[in-house]
């Protein structure tokens, strides 16, 4: 079963991404985190949030904790979404509190600091990770069905895929 059959209720994002159900209750009516799985269509149906969205979610959080605005992460949520989350794994968000980076060689980190001002980063592959493990241990829902999975890790399929590549 492939991450994109999965979806993940509103208290197991939160759980994953380690943010309140009020703060996922706000982003999705803003648009900044939507669940691409299924959207709420009023009172009683259940949002279903995307490995992908999760990940996502715990990125945000993790630049509003160091301070940087609401409209850049707006930004750069925007072209996450823009460029597919392709290669998201292997991506460094790096950000000097006024503008988000993104950085896919460790040559476009350096430039970023030889400018000498402070400069945050995170690292996607440790994010994309944590999410993973903390999904391993919570409660998924098949899209097509409904039925509740336990347990199920999106890096399965993931790993699966890469090997056959290579």
Known sequence: MTSEEIGYRGPTACA??????????????????????RPAYGSGTQRLYSFHDVVVLKIVKRFL?????????????????????????????????ATVYECTSPDEVHALLQGGQGIFGIAVGVVWRDVESALSQLHGERVDTGETLVGHNPADELARRRNRAV
């Open 16 to 37: 994953a991404a380690g943010i309140t159900y009020r703060q996922l209750d706000y982003w999705a009516r803003t648009g900044l985190v939507e669940p691409s799985v």
């Open 65 to 97: 904790d160091t301070g940087v605005s609401l409209q850049n992460i707006r930004t750069t949520v925007q072209h996450l979404r823009e460029r597919g989350f392709r290669d998201l794994e292997r991506m460094t968000l790096m950000s000097d509190g």
